[in-house]
Protein backbone atom coordinates (compact mmCIF):
# COMPACT_ATOMS: atom_id res chain seq x y z
CA UNK A 1 0.00 0.00 0.00
CA UNK A 2 1.65 3.60 -1.15
CA UNK A 3 -0.21 6.76 -0.99
CA UNK A 4 1.00 10.54 -0.97
CA UNK A 5 0.78 12.57 2.17
CA UNK A 6 1.18 16.09 2.21
CA UNK A 7 4.82 17.05 2.73
CA UNK A 8 7.37 15.80 0.59
CA UNK A 9 8.88 12.12 0.69
CA UNK A 10 12.36 11.88 0.73
CA UNK A 11 12.68 8.65 2.65
CA UNK A 12 9.92 6.58 0.79
CA UNK A 13 8.31 3.39 1.85
CA UNK A 14 5.39 1.03 1.09
CA UNK A 15 3.03 0.14 3.81
CA UNK A 16 2.86 -3.60 4.82
CA UNK A 17 -0.36 -3.80 6.27
CA UNK A 18 -3.42 -2.53 6.09
CA UNK A 19 -5.87 -0.45 8.38
CA UNK A 20 -8.82 -1.87 9.95
CA UNK A 21 -12.02 0.52 9.98
CA UNK A 22 -15.08 0.65 12.16
CA UNK A 23 -18.12 2.09 13.98
CA UNK A 24 -18.81 -0.19 17.28
CA UNK A 25 -15.28 -0.58 18.23
CA UNK A 26 -11.57 -0.95 17.49
CA UNK A 27 -8.98 -3.16 19.14
CA UNK A 28 -5.26 -3.00 18.32
CA UNK A 29 -2.41 -5.09 19.83
CA UNK A 30 0.13 -6.78 18.97
CA UNK A 31 -0.73 -10.46 18.74
CA UNK A 32 -3.90 -11.30 16.90
CA UNK A 33 -5.46 -13.70 19.59
CA UNK A 34 -5.26 -10.79 21.50
CA UNK A 35 -6.99 -8.81 19.96
CA UNK A 36 -9.77 -11.35 19.59
CA UNK A 37 -9.89 -11.34 22.85
CA UNK A 38 -10.30 -7.35 23.75
CA UNK A 39 -13.14 -7.70 21.05
CA UNK A 40 -14.72 -10.52 22.33
CA UNK A 41 -15.78 -8.22 25.43
CA UNK A 42 -16.99 -5.31 23.11
CA UNK A 43 -19.65 -7.78 21.86
CA UNK A 44 -20.41 -9.11 25.23
CA UNK A 45 -21.64 -5.29 26.03
CA UNK A 46 -18.36 -4.52 27.92
CA UNK A 47 -15.99 -1.21 27.05
CA UNK A 48 -12.71 -0.25 26.10
CA UNK A 49 -11.44 -1.13 29.74
CA UNK A 50 -13.13 -4.42 29.46
CA UNK A 51 -11.75 -4.91 26.46
CA UNK A 52 -8.06 -3.68 27.00
CA UNK A 53 -7.71 -5.62 30.41
CA UNK A 54 -8.51 -8.68 28.63
CA UNK A 55 -6.21 -8.64 25.77
CA UNK A 56 -3.65 -7.57 28.35
CA UNK A 57 -4.22 -11.06 30.20
CA UNK A 58 -4.00 -12.63 27.07
CA UNK A 59 -0.51 -11.12 26.12
CA UNK A 60 0.60 -12.32 29.18
CA UNK A 61 -0.17 -15.97 27.56
CA UNK A 62 0.39 -15.28 23.59
CA UNK A 63 3.59 -12.70 24.08
CA UNK A 64 5.28 -14.36 27.31
CA UNK A 65 8.28 -12.73 26.42
CA UNK A 66 6.88 -9.58 26.87
CA UNK A 67 4.40 -9.24 29.64
CA UNK A 68 3.25 -10.86 32.79
CA UNK A 69 1.03 -10.38 36.12
CA UNK A 70 4.65 -9.67 37.76
CA UNK A 71 5.32 -6.54 35.44
CA UNK A 72 4.17 -3.12 35.76
CA UNK A 73 2.80 -0.37 33.17
CA UNK A 74 0.80 2.17 32.71
CA UNK A 75 -2.80 2.94 31.60
CA UNK A 76 -3.90 5.89 29.99
CA UNK A 77 -7.65 6.19 30.10
CA UNK A 78 -10.39 8.56 28.48
CA UNK A 79 -13.62 8.40 29.68
CA UNK A 80 -16.61 8.96 27.53
CA UNK A 81 -17.01 12.37 29.38
CA UNK A 82 -13.79 13.56 28.25
CA UNK A 83 -11.75 12.81 31.70
CA UNK A 84 -8.01 11.82 30.89
CA UNK A 85 -6.48 9.82 33.67
CA UNK A 86 -3.45 7.64 33.76
CA UNK A 87 -2.90 4.41 36.27
CA UNK A 88 0.17 3.92 37.38
CA UNK A 89 0.83 0.21 37.97
CA UNK A 90 4.64 0.49 37.71
CA UNK A 91 7.33 -1.48 39.51
CA UNK A 92 8.79 -0.37 42.77
CA UNK A 93 12.28 -1.25 44.17
CA UNK A 94 11.85 -3.87 46.97
CA UNK A 95 11.81 -2.04 50.70
CA UNK A 96 15.15 -3.88 50.85
CA UNK A 97 16.84 -2.17 48.07
CA UNK A 98 19.69 -0.25 48.70
CA UNK A 99 21.67 1.99 46.16
CA UNK A 100 24.90 0.16 46.36
CA UNK A 101 23.19 -3.46 45.74
CA UNK A 102 25.01 -3.59 42.20
CA UNK A 103 28.13 -3.34 41.11
CA UNK A 104 28.40 -1.14 37.72
CA UNK A 105 30.24 -1.51 35.01
CA UNK A 106 30.95 1.86 33.75
CA UNK A 107 30.11 5.04 33.55
CA UNK A 108 30.24 5.33 30.14
CA UNK A 109 25.92 6.25 28.40
CA UNK A 110 26.36 3.01 26.38
CA UNK A 111 27.38 0.78 29.72
CA UNK A 112 25.33 2.75 32.08
CA UNK A 113 23.18 -0.03 33.50
CA UNK A 114 25.27 -2.55 33.27
CA UNK A 115 26.48 -4.55 36.34
CA UNK A 116 28.92 -7.03 37.04
CA UNK A 117 27.68 -10.48 37.21
CA UNK A 118 24.41 -9.52 35.08
CA UNK A 119 22.59 -9.11 38.90
CA UNK A 120 20.10 -6.33 37.83
CA UNK A 121 18.98 -8.46 34.34
CA UNK A 122 18.88 -12.12 35.49
CA UNK A 123 17.78 -14.03 38.28
CA UNK A 124 16.19 -13.26 41.61
CA UNK A 125 17.55 -9.67 42.60
CA UNK A 126 16.27 -8.46 39.35
CA UNK A 127 12.90 -9.14 40.08
CA UNK A 128 11.01 -5.33 41.20
CA UNK A 129 7.60 -5.61 43.26
CA UNK A 130 5.40 -6.39 40.60
CA UNK A 131 2.36 -3.71 39.61
CA UNK A 132 0.50 -5.15 36.85
CA UNK A 133 -2.01 -7.32 38.14
CA UNK A 134 -2.98 -4.40 40.88
CA UNK A 135 -3.27 -2.09 37.61
CA UNK A 136 -5.69 -3.90 35.43
CA UNK A 137 -7.88 -5.08 38.60
CA UNK A 138 -8.01 -1.65 39.53
CA UNK A 139 -9.15 -0.15 36.46
CA UNK A 140 -11.35 -2.81 35.44
CA UNK A 141 -13.07 -2.35 38.94
CA UNK A 142 -13.34 1.32 38.74
CA UNK A 143 -14.18 1.88 34.98
CA UNK A 144 -15.07 -1.29 33.47
CA UNK A 145 -18.49 -3.18 33.71
CA UNK A 146 -17.48 -6.78 33.59
CA UNK A 147 -16.75 -9.30 36.37
CA UNK A 148 -13.11 -10.13 36.52
CA UNK A 149 -13.48 -13.67 35.85
CA UNK A 150 -15.31 -12.78 32.54
CA UNK A 151 -12.94 -10.84 31.12
CA UNK A 152 -10.07 -13.46 32.07
CA UNK A 153 -11.50 -16.30 29.81
CA UNK A 154 -10.27 -15.90 26.50
CA UNK A 155 -6.79 -15.72 28.55
CA UNK A 156 -7.18 -18.93 30.62
CA UNK A 157 -8.47 -20.82 27.45
CA UNK A 158 -5.29 -19.84 26.05
CA UNK A 159 -3.44 -20.53 28.29
CA UNK A 160 -5.31 -24.56 28.94
CA UNK A 161 -5.43 -25.32 24.92
CA UNK A 162 -2.66 -23.58 23.41
CA UNK A 163 -1.61 -21.66 20.85
CA UNK A 164 0.67 -21.82 17.81
CA UNK A 165 4.18 -20.32 18.30
CA UNK A 166 5.31 -17.48 15.71
CA UNK A 167 8.55 -16.80 14.09
CA UNK A 168 8.38 -13.75 16.25
CA UNK A 169 8.32 -15.91 19.35
CA UNK A 170 11.00 -18.33 17.91
CA UNK A 171 13.42 -15.08 17.11
CA UNK A 172 12.67 -13.86 20.42
CA UNK A 173 13.77 -17.13 22.63
CA UNK A 174 16.64 -17.49 19.93
CA UNK A 175 17.75 -13.99 21.29
CA UNK A 176 17.87 -14.91 25.33
CA UNK A 177 18.22 -18.78 25.07
CA UNK A 178 21.23 -18.96 27.40
CA UNK A 179 19.58 -17.26 30.20
CA UNK A 180 16.36 -19.14 29.55
CA UNK A 181 18.18 -22.65 29.22
CA UNK A 182 19.44 -21.57 33.44
CA UNK A 183 15.77 -22.09 33.99
CA UNK A 184 14.27 -25.57 34.41
CA UNK A 185 10.57 -24.37 33.80
CA UNK A 186 11.42 -21.72 31.32
CA UNK A 187 13.65 -23.88 29.26
CA UNK A 188 10.92 -27.00 28.74
CA UNK A 189 8.61 -24.89 27.80
CA UNK A 190 11.03 -22.49 24.88
CA UNK A 191 13.81 -24.63 24.35
CA UNK A 192 12.68 -28.25 24.16
CA UNK A 193 15.38 -30.66 23.25
CA UNK A 194 17.58 -27.50 23.83
CA UNK A 195 16.60 -25.72 20.85
CA UNK A 196 14.64 -23.07 20.68
CA UNK A 197 10.66 -23.66 20.13
CA UNK A 198 9.87 -23.82 16.34
CA UNK A 199 7.25 -21.43 14.74
CA UNK A 200 3.90 -23.88 14.28
CA UNK A 201 4.13 -25.79 17.86
CA UNK A 202 1.42 -25.57 19.84
CA UNK A 203 2.54 -24.01 23.23
CA UNK A 204 0.86 -25.21 26.67
CA UNK A 205 0.97 -23.34 29.89
CA UNK A 206 -1.39 -25.36 32.54
CA UNK A 207 0.27 -24.24 35.61
CA UNK A 208 0.04 -20.95 34.32
CA UNK A 209 -3.77 -21.64 33.44
CA UNK A 210 -4.38 -22.45 36.75
CA UNK A 211 -2.97 -19.35 37.74
CA UNK A 212 -5.10 -16.98 35.77
CA UNK A 213 -7.92 -19.51 37.42
CA UNK A 214 -7.06 -18.48 41.05
CA UNK A 215 -6.81 -14.30 40.20
CA UNK A 216 -9.91 -14.71 38.31
CA UNK A 217 -11.72 -16.50 41.43
CA UNK A 218 -9.90 -14.38 44.20
CA UNK A 219 -9.10 -10.73 42.37
CA UNK A 220 -5.18 -9.12 42.76
CA UNK A 221 -5.59 -10.88 46.37
CA UNK A 222 -3.90 -14.08 44.84
CA UNK A 223 -1.19 -12.11 44.66
CA UNK A 224 -0.70 -9.97 46.92
CA UNK A 225 -1.45 -11.92 50.08
CA UNK A 226 -2.81 -14.73 48.74
CA UNK A 227 -0.75 -18.32 47.47
CA UNK A 228 0.74 -16.39 44.16
CA UNK A 229 2.48 -13.97 46.53
CA UNK A 230 3.84 -16.52 48.93
CA UNK A 231 5.25 -18.43 46.26
CA UNK A 232 6.68 -15.60 44.82
CA UNK A 233 8.33 -14.44 48.34
CA UNK A 234 9.29 -17.95 48.64
CA UNK A 235 11.35 -17.88 45.31
CA UNK A 236 13.08 -14.89 46.36
CA UNK A 237 14.20 -15.95 49.96
CA UNK A 238 15.69 -19.28 48.48
CA UNK A 239 17.32 -17.23 45.67
CA UNK A 240 18.86 -13.92 46.87
CA UNK A 241 15.73 -11.95 46.17
CA UNK A 242 14.51 -9.08 48.56
CA UNK A 243 11.10 -9.21 47.30
CA UNK A 244 8.80 -10.57 50.65
CA UNK A 245 5.09 -10.26 52.04
CA UNK A 246 5.45 -6.77 52.95
CA UNK A 247 6.52 -5.67 49.80
CA UNK A 248 3.52 -7.00 48.32
CA UNK A 249 1.12 -5.86 50.75
CA UNK A 250 2.65 -1.74 50.83
CA UNK A 251 2.15 -2.02 47.08
CA UNK A 252 -0.20 0.49 46.08
CA UNK A 253 -1.35 1.92 42.39
CA UNK A 254 -1.46 5.35 41.73
CA UNK A 255 -3.81 7.61 39.50
CA UNK A 256 -2.26 10.39 37.96
CA UNK A 257 -2.86 13.73 36.10
CA UNK A 258 -1.95 13.65 32.53
CA UNK A 259 0.51 16.10 31.41
CA UNK A 260 -0.82 18.27 28.40
CA UNK A 261 0.42 20.69 25.35
CA UNK A 262 -0.44 22.23 22.50
CA UNK A 263 1.01 21.60 18.71
CA UNK A 264 -0.06 23.35 15.86
CA UNK A 265 -4.03 23.37 17.26
CA UNK A 266 -3.60 19.75 18.28
CA UNK A 267 -3.97 19.11 21.96
CA UNK A 268 -0.89 16.19 22.97
CA UNK A 269 -1.84 14.53 26.19
CA UNK A 270 0.83 11.96 27.77
CA UNK A 271 1.45 9.99 31.03
CA UNK A 272 3.28 12.05 33.67
CA UNK A 273 6.74 11.10 35.92
CA UNK A 274 7.81 8.62 36.38
CA UNK A 275 7.02 8.43 32.48
CA UNK A 276 9.91 10.35 30.56
CA UNK A 277 7.10 10.27 27.02
CA UNK A 278 4.30 13.05 28.14
CA UNK A 279 6.59 15.38 29.51
CA UNK A 280 9.69 15.25 26.56
CA UNK A 281 7.09 14.58 23.41
CA UNK A 282 5.64 17.95 24.71
CA UNK A 283 9.10 19.22 25.11
CA UNK A 284 10.21 18.42 21.59
CA UNK A 285 6.87 19.31 19.88
CA UNK A 286 7.09 22.80 21.58
CA UNK A 287 10.89 23.37 20.20
CA UNK A 288 9.57 21.93 16.47
CA UNK A 289 6.92 24.32 16.78
CA UNK A 290 9.64 27.13 15.52
CA UNK A 291 10.47 25.28 12.60
CA UNK A 292 8.51 24.68 9.40
CA UNK A 293 8.52 20.63 9.46
CA UNK A 294 6.19 20.28 6.71
CA UNK A 295 7.99 22.08 4.31
CA UNK A 296 11.44 20.35 5.15
CA UNK A 297 9.96 17.09 4.01
CA UNK A 298 9.55 13.44 5.92
CA UNK A 299 12.87 11.74 5.56
CA UNK A 300 14.92 14.42 4.08
CA UNK A 301 18.60 15.82 5.69
CA UNK A 302 17.35 18.63 7.65
CA UNK A 303 14.33 16.72 8.89
CA UNK A 304 16.12 14.11 10.30
CA UNK A 305 18.46 16.63 11.37
CA UNK A 306 16.36 18.71 13.37
CA UNK A 307 14.36 15.48 14.73
CA UNK A 308 18.11 14.47 16.23
CA UNK A 309 18.46 17.34 17.61
CA UNK A 310 15.79 17.60 19.55
CA UNK A 311 16.04 14.07 20.41
CA UNK A 312 19.33 15.06 22.46
CA UNK A 313 18.06 17.85 23.72
CA UNK A 314 15.59 16.05 25.10
CA UNK A 315 17.69 12.84 26.71
CA UNK A 316 20.30 15.69 28.08
CA UNK A 317 17.56 16.88 30.53
CA UNK A 318 15.57 13.65 31.21
CA UNK A 319 19.11 12.30 32.48
CA UNK A 320 18.60 14.69 35.29
CA UNK A 321 14.96 15.74 35.90
CA UNK A 322 12.45 12.81 34.86
CA UNK A 323 12.02 10.41 37.97
CA UNK A 324 9.77 9.10 40.76
CA UNK A 325 8.26 12.20 41.60
CA UNK A 326 7.85 10.97 45.31
CA UNK A 327 11.53 11.00 45.96
CA UNK A 328 12.74 13.84 42.40
CA UNK A 329 11.61 17.44 42.03
CA UNK A 330 10.53 17.20 38.38
CA UNK A 331 10.39 20.93 36.82
CA UNK A 332 7.23 19.54 34.89
CA UNK A 333 6.26 23.08 34.12
CA UNK A 334 9.64 24.56 33.16
CA UNK A 335 10.17 21.34 31.02
CA UNK A 336 6.92 21.57 29.33
CA UNK A 337 6.70 25.24 28.74
CA UNK A 338 6.83 27.08 25.44
CA UNK A 339 9.69 29.06 26.74
CA UNK A 340 12.28 26.79 27.47
CA UNK A 341 11.83 25.49 24.44
CA UNK A 342 12.80 28.62 22.74
CA UNK A 343 15.84 28.71 24.79
CA UNK A 344 16.71 25.30 23.58
CA UNK A 345 15.82 26.09 20.24
CA UNK A 346 17.85 28.71 19.60
CA UNK A 347 20.90 26.21 20.54
CA UNK A 348 20.09 23.93 17.56
CA UNK A 349 22.63 24.78 14.04
CA UNK A 350 20.81 23.45 11.52
CA UNK A 351 24.35 22.96 10.01
CA UNK A 352 26.15 20.80 12.29
CA UNK A 353 25.34 18.01 14.80
CA UNK A 354 25.95 18.91 18.73
CA UNK A 355 26.28 17.81 22.27
CA UNK A 356 23.66 19.17 24.53
CA UNK A 357 24.20 19.75 27.88
CA UNK A 358 21.12 19.75 30.49
CA UNK A 359 19.33 22.75 30.77
CA UNK A 360 18.35 22.39 34.06
CA UNK A 361 20.10 21.25 37.47
CA UNK A 362 19.18 18.88 39.37
CA UNK A 363 18.87 2.67 28.98
CA UNK A 364 16.10 0.28 29.69
CA UNK A 365 14.71 -2.53 28.12
CA UNK A 366 12.75 -2.81 24.87
CA UNK A 367 10.37 -5.73 25.36
CA UNK A 368 6.93 -4.03 25.93
CA UNK A 369 3.79 -4.59 24.16
CA UNK A 370 0.81 -2.13 23.61
CA UNK A 371 -3.09 -2.27 23.76
CA UNK A 372 -4.89 0.75 22.16
CA UNK A 373 -9.12 0.34 21.90
CA UNK A 374 -11.67 1.71 21.52
CA UNK A 375 -15.89 1.65 21.99
CA UNK A 376 -18.72 3.34 20.37
CA UNK A 377 -18.89 5.25 23.86
CA UNK A 378 -16.32 7.58 23.82
CA UNK A 379 -13.97 5.30 26.31
CA UNK A 380 -10.62 4.94 24.72
CA UNK A 381 -7.60 3.28 26.50
CA UNK A 382 -3.75 3.03 25.46
CA UNK A 383 -1.97 1.01 27.92
CA UNK A 384 1.83 0.23 27.92
CA UNK A 385 3.25 -2.76 29.98
CA UNK A 386 6.01 -4.76 30.00
CA UNK A 387 8.11 -7.60 32.07
CA UNK A 388 11.07 -5.55 31.06
CA UNK A 389 13.66 -7.60 29.21
CA UNK A 390 12.74 -10.66 27.09
CA UNK A 391 11.56 -13.11 30.03
CA UNK A 392 11.86 -10.72 31.97
CA UNK A 393 14.49 -11.96 34.25
CA UNK A 394 14.10 -15.19 32.84
CA UNK A 395 13.00 -16.75 35.95
CA UNK A 396 9.56 -18.42 36.08
CA UNK A 397 8.09 -19.12 39.70
CA UNK A 398 7.66 -22.97 40.55
CA UNK A 399 4.37 -24.14 39.97
CA UNK A 400 2.69 -20.87 38.87
CA UNK A 401 3.80 -20.66 35.29
CA UNK A 402 4.34 -17.42 36.03
CA UNK A 403 7.34 -15.65 34.61
CA UNK A 404 9.07 -12.65 36.91
CA UNK A 405 9.88 -9.08 35.52
CA UNK A 406 13.58 -7.85 35.77
CA UNK A 407 12.41 -4.05 36.00
CA UNK A 408 15.52 -3.27 38.52
CA UNK A 409 17.63 -2.84 35.09
CA UNK A 410 15.80 0.31 35.06
CA UNK A 411 17.29 1.82 38.02
CA UNK A 412 20.69 3.75 37.17
CA UNK A 413 23.31 0.76 39.27
CA UNK A 414 25.10 3.80 40.70
CA UNK A 415 24.26 5.72 43.77
CA UNK A 416 23.62 9.99 44.26
CA UNK A 417 21.92 9.97 41.15
CA UNK A 418 18.11 10.91 39.97
CA UNK A 419 17.59 7.57 38.71
CA UNK A 420 19.48 5.62 41.65
CA UNK A 421 17.77 2.84 43.66
CA UNK A 422 16.12 3.62 46.97
CA UNK A 423 13.15 1.12 48.96
CA UNK A 424 10.13 1.95 47.47
CA UNK A 425 10.71 3.99 44.67
CA UNK A 426 9.26 3.52 41.10
CA UNK A 427 11.10 2.48 38.23
CA UNK A 428 11.29 5.43 35.53
CA UNK A 429 10.09 4.57 31.78
CA UNK A 430 9.91 6.00 28.67
CA UNK A 431 6.39 4.71 28.33
CA UNK A 432 4.12 7.06 25.49
CA UNK A 433 0.23 5.80 25.94
CA UNK A 434 -0.91 8.99 23.77
CA UNK A 435 -3.55 10.87 22.66
CA UNK A 436 -3.89 13.87 21.11
CA UNK A 437 -7.47 16.10 20.42
CA UNK A 438 -8.62 18.93 18.22
CA UNK A 439 -11.44 21.10 18.88
CA UNK A 440 -12.15 19.17 21.94
CA UNK A 441 -12.52 16.12 19.94
CA UNK A 442 -10.08 12.87 19.71
CA UNK A 443 -7.97 12.47 17.21
CA UNK A 444 -5.61 9.76 17.65
CA UNK A 445 -4.57 7.49 20.34
CA UNK A 446 -1.13 5.28 19.82
CA UNK A 447 1.75 3.95 21.62
CA UNK A 448 4.64 1.09 21.10
CA UNK A 449 6.68 -1.07 22.92
CA UNK A 450 10.67 -0.10 22.82
CA UNK A 451 13.15 0.84 26.02
CA UNK A 452 14.26 3.89 24.97
CA UNK A 453 13.50 4.73 21.95
CA UNK A 454 9.34 4.32 22.77
CA UNK A 455 8.99 8.30 23.39
CA UNK A 456 11.40 8.91 20.33
CA UNK A 457 8.98 6.94 18.15
CA UNK A 458 5.41 7.72 19.53
CA UNK A 459 7.08 12.08 18.75
CA UNK A 460 7.89 11.21 15.33
CA UNK A 461 4.04 9.19 14.67
CA UNK A 462 2.51 12.58 16.05
CA UNK A 463 4.96 14.51 13.61
CA UNK A 464 3.90 12.00 10.65
CA UNK A 465 0.08 12.73 11.62
CA UNK A 466 -0.22 16.55 12.14
CA UNK A 467 3.13 18.11 10.08
CA UNK A 468 3.04 15.69 7.00
CA UNK A 469 -0.24 14.64 6.86
CA UNK A 470 0.47 10.96 6.93
CA UNK A 471 -2.39 8.53 7.08
CA UNK A 472 -2.92 6.45 10.06
CA UNK A 473 -1.04 3.24 8.75
CA UNK A 474 1.69 5.38 7.19
CA UNK A 475 2.65 7.24 10.80
CA UNK A 476 2.79 3.95 12.21
CA UNK A 477 4.83 2.05 9.45
CA UNK A 478 7.33 5.04 8.73
CA UNK A 479 11.12 4.51 8.90
CA UNK A 480 12.27 5.87 12.42
CA UNK A 481 15.63 7.32 13.98
CA UNK A 482 16.56 7.35 17.07
CA UNK A 483 19.79 8.81 18.94
CA UNK A 484 20.19 10.48 22.81
CA UNK A 485 23.58 11.76 21.93
CA UNK A 486 26.29 9.18 20.11
CA UNK A 487 25.29 7.38 17.05
CA UNK A 488 22.35 8.27 14.76
CA UNK A 489 20.20 4.77 14.29
CA UNK A 490 18.31 4.72 10.79
CA UNK A 491 16.21 2.70 9.92
CA UNK A 492 16.98 0.86 6.41
CA UNK A 493 14.47 3.45 4.27
CA UNK A 494 16.45 6.43 5.10
CA UNK A 495 18.03 6.86 1.56
CA UNK A 496 22.03 6.83 1.18
CA UNK A 497 21.81 10.24 0.12
CA UNK A 498 20.22 11.71 3.57
CA UNK A 499 22.58 9.08 5.72
CA UNK A 500 26.03 10.80 3.89
CA UNK A 501 24.65 14.30 4.74
CA UNK A 502 24.00 13.76 8.05
CA UNK A 503 27.55 12.34 8.43
CA UNK A 504 29.07 15.29 6.62
CA UNK A 505 27.30 17.49 9.78
CA UNK A 506 28.97 15.40 12.42
CA UNK A 507 26.24 12.46 13.26
CA UNK A 508 27.94 9.12 13.37
CA UNK A 509 25.20 6.85 11.38
CA UNK A 510 24.41 3.25 12.48
CA UNK A 511 21.76 1.62 10.26
CA UNK A 512 19.46 -0.12 12.15
CA UNK A 513 16.83 -2.95 11.02
CA UNK A 514 14.25 -2.09 13.48
CA UNK A 515 13.98 1.23 15.71
CA UNK A 516 11.98 0.23 18.79
CA UNK A 517 8.61 -2.25 18.42
CA UNK A 518 5.41 -2.57 17.08
CA UNK A 519 3.23 0.49 16.84
CA UNK A 520 -0.35 0.59 17.11
CA UNK A 521 -2.80 3.15 17.00
CA UNK A 522 -6.55 4.49 16.33
CA UNK A 523 -7.85 7.71 14.13
CA UNK A 524 -11.05 9.09 15.11
CA UNK A 525 -12.96 11.08 12.23
CA UNK A 526 -15.70 12.95 12.39
CA UNK A 527 -18.74 10.78 11.58
CA UNK A 528 -17.85 8.21 14.14
CA UNK A 529 -15.53 6.03 12.40
CA UNK A 530 -12.65 4.78 14.20
CA UNK A 531 -9.69 3.25 11.82
CA UNK A 532 -6.99 0.89 13.30
CA UNK A 533 -3.30 0.60 12.36
CA UNK A 534 -0.55 -1.52 13.21
CA UNK A 535 2.43 -2.29 12.14
CA UNK A 536 5.41 -4.21 10.07
CA UNK A 537 7.89 -4.74 13.55
CA UNK A 538 5.33 -6.92 15.43
CA UNK A 539 2.74 -9.03 14.92
CA UNK A 540 0.12 -6.78 15.41
CA UNK A 541 -3.59 -6.93 14.42
CA UNK A 542 -6.62 -4.39 14.40
CA UNK A 543 -9.59 -5.57 14.48
CA UNK A 544 -13.07 -3.59 14.07
CA UNK A 545 -16.18 -3.99 14.96
CA UNK A 546 -19.13 -2.36 13.07
CA UNK A 547 -22.63 -2.98 12.61
CA UNK A 548 -25.17 -3.03 16.05
CA UNK A 549 -28.33 -4.07 17.03
CA UNK A 550 -31.38 -4.35 15.21
CA UNK A 551 -34.01 -1.37 14.69
CA UNK A 552 -36.11 -0.71 17.75
CA UNK A 553 -39.71 -2.21 17.32
CA UNK A 554 -39.62 -4.37 14.30
CA UNK A 555 -42.74 -6.53 13.91
CA UNK A 556 -41.99 -9.71 12.14
CA UNK A 557 -45.09 -11.78 9.97
CA UNK A 558 -44.88 -14.94 10.61
CA UNK A 559 -45.96 -17.48 7.62
Avoid at 134 to 160: N, Q
Amino acid sequence: MTSSIGSRRIADFTCEKQPASGSRGMVVTNHPLASSAGAEMLMRDGNAIDAAIAALFALTVVEPMMVGILGGGLSHIRLADGRHIVLDGLSTAPLRATPEMYDPVSDEIALARETRGRRNAAGALAVAVPGALKGWCEALARYGRLPLAEVMAPAIRLAEHGFIASPYLNDCVRLVAADLARDRQLAAMFLPSGEPIKAGTRVLQTDYAASLRLIAEHGPGALYGGPLGAALAAYMADNGGLIDAADLAAYEVIERAPIRGLYRGHEIIGPPPPSSGGVHIVQMLNILEGFDVGALGFGSADGAHLLAEALKIAFADRAVATADPAFVDVPVERLTSKAYAAERRAQIDMGRAQSFAPGLSATESANTTHVTVADAEGNVVASTQTINGLFGACVQIPGTGITANNYMYNFDPRPGRALSIQPGKRVFTSMAPMMATRDGRLRYALGLPGGLRIFPSAFQALVNLIDHGMSLQEAVEAPRLWTQGGVLELEPAFPDSVANELAARGHMIKREPVVAGGMNAIAFGDDGTMTGAACWRADGTPIAISGGRARAGLRFAIA
